[in-house]
């Protein structure tokens, strides 16, 4: 005799890992019942049964709103396969051959009233630029986008939630709201603050997501390859390193540095200082590499008082004030525009 049927909130929970023993047990006890395994994927050729796989998968996920809010438990194939009938079975949906078409009902709590904010469209911002940008999020917090860089997010925070995936390299200065976390997502690593500033590096060409706190505490968790789940708290000054391939998950302390990162701030004040001797100063200051494109440049005087600035807010305001513009690469810029007289 089987079990009941799984209720689809129990399922979602085994998914990303949080099920109990009992739970756990339940479950699987569950699946073990199923007799309705699809054996028509067996014969499939290996590309279709690789889109098959990947599509079903995403269709349950992105309907149980799992696709960005946690990270997922991986389950080999057999699974995914029963799991995909299993939840058409648990929520008593039809499949008519065409996976396409099948349409999942949002998942609620009994009870509970559905977030409004679920119905909303996906916001999807790029810096498809040579400069560094600043963004402005729903609850008002900011991140400051380097070139490629990429964020999704609803076009309104959750009552109870602020979720961001991410992906390149930005600095957050996130909004205090104790009453609602925000968490950032870069492939299989979460970051939940309450308000703070932190940078992060997630560029998957680089084998290596990195994670800098300046200032207030961040919370960094990965599940590594056995599925088993990692967790740090960073404090300022503190680094995060979360290696792709072994799924490793690493903290340390900062020794001091004689030359700052981008997005640490500063004080200096220039005093119609020549463009090129401004370069010697950040380039001391700041772990950057600075060069004119029109050598004229040079004798360009700036008059400025940056007070616990970061570099890019210090660049902005020296393009602004002399009238030039820049390029970003890595750590290299380049400033361009016309001589001055």
Known sequence: MKPNGIPPALLEKYLSGECTDAEKELVENWYASLKGEPRYLDHLPDVELDEVRQETFGNIRRELNMADERPVRRLPWHWLAGIAASVLVALGIYLAGNLKTVKLP????KGQKPDPSKALPVTTFKNTGTQIVRHELP????????PKAEIMYRAAFANNKRFVVFSGEGFFDVKKDKTRPFNIKSGDMVIRVLGTSFNVK???SQKKFQVDVVT???QVTAFNEKLNKQEVILKPQQQALFELDSK???YKTLPPQSKKELYEPVTI???ETPLNKVIEQLEKRFNVSLTLA???LAKCGLTANFESQSFPNILEILCTSLDVTYTISNNNITISGEPCE
């Open 106 to 109: 949002e998942v609620t709590v």
């Open 139 to 146: 609850d008002g917090s900011v991140v400051t986008m380097h």
């Open 202 to 204: 997630a560029i998957e």
């Open 216 to 218: 207030g505490s961040v």
């Open 248 to 250: 490793r998950l690493t």
């Open 269 to 271: 004040v220039f005093e």
């Open 294 to 296: 029109n050598p004229g």
